[in-house]
């Protein structure tokens, strides 16, 4: 930080008095501050998480292009909002808001809700409070920007190009880890390199080193969801086997260097349909809305 810099931090403490940490990467912030300066994250969402002055864990969403991330987290928090036997969700800012009413208002007009662009200042950060209950820990929260798929695989090929992938990445406790069904069923082995890519990134990530200098398994839990299983019952039936036969490098990587893993299956419609028009642009169009396996990862990543 040059000279000017410095003048201008310190006029400005001096000015807001009050600062605190970001949330996702513990850079110091000052009280009237928009976004994180570090990892772009609003400062509205760390004050909502001192302000409620309990210990929480820290969940977030990760997922390639085209795995489904927008639609399974805008159900996510819908179906938590409404609240289950064990969960209650609070989504706690406007943006969170707006992907889970832009999800629903889009499937229940037989439609998908608009790509992810990759430009990081149009990604939306999403913040959802859970009371757990019969927990003593009762708070976790769900923090995950909603990243572009393109952008967290140029990540993988590129450490360091979007900072923010490695600071949400560090800082959770647990990580839903969304894998397309069919790319898996069709592709396996694309989709099985690319899986082992993020895992390699995550594990890398919350690595230690144990006695002698020897590597000791990750304890982040990591729940990988295949996504869009209405299409693929090969998945629903048994995620794990279907995991073993389609992506064996990437379950063998899992058993090597991770403490807690488990294969879901999910989908957020009971069918779709495919819809060509005369240029030869095809379009997927959800029928009717059927959520099924979105929240019990998330239960089992805080059990």
């Not at 001096?14 to 400062?43: H, I, M, N, R, Y």
């Not at 662009?117 to 409070?129: A, F, G, M």
């Not at 729940?223 to 279907?242: L, M, N, R, Y």
Request: hydrophobic share 40%; charged share 25%; net charge neutral.
């Amino acid at each position: 930080m040059n000279p000017i810099e410095q003048s201008m931090t310190s006029v400005r403490f001096l000015a807001e008095g009050e600062q605190l940490k970001c949330v996702c990467c513990d850079t110091s912030l000052f009280k009237l501050d928009g976004f994180c300066s570090t990892c772009q994250a609003p400062t509205s969402l760390s004050r909502a998480v001192v302000d409620r002055a309990a210990p929480s864990g820290f969940i977030s969403v990760l997922g390639a292009s085209g795995a489904g991330k927008t639609v399974y987290l805008g159900m996510l928090l819908d179906m938590l909002t409404k609240g289950t036997r064990e969960l209650q969700g609070l989504p706690n800012n406007s943006l969170s808001v707006a992907v889970q009413e832009q999800t629903i208002s889009a499937l229940e007009n037989r439609q998908f809700p608009e790509k992810t662009p990759n430009d990081i200042d149009q990604w939306n950060w999403l913040h959802c409070e859970l009371n757990v209950k019969k927990r003593r820990r009762g708070f976790f929260d769900i923090i995950s920007p909603d990243f572009a798929g393109e952008a967290l695989s140029y990540e993988l090929e590129h450490p360091g190009t979007f900072p923010v992938v490695d600071k949400v990445i560090r800082k959770s406790e647990g990580i839903v880890f969304l894998v397309d069904s069919m790319q898996v069923r069709d592709n396996g082995r694309d989709e099985d390199f690319f899986a082992m890519k993020l895992a390699t990134y995550i594990n890398n990530a919350h690595s230690r080193k144990g006695a002698f200098g020897s590597k000791k398994k990750a304890k982040v839990k990591l729940a990988i969801v295949f996504t869009k299983c209405d299409s693929c019952h090969e998945a629903v039936d048994d995620p794990q086997a279907f995991a073993n036969a389609n992506m064996p490098g990437f379950t063998k990587y899992l058993e090597r260097n991770f403490a807690a893993f488990k294969f879901f299956s999910a989908s957020v419609v009971g069918s779709t349909g495919t819809l060509v028009d005369r240029l030869g642009r095809i379009d997927q169009i959800p029928f009717h809305v059927s959520p099924h396996g979105i929240i019990e990862p998330v239960e089992w990543l805080i059990s």
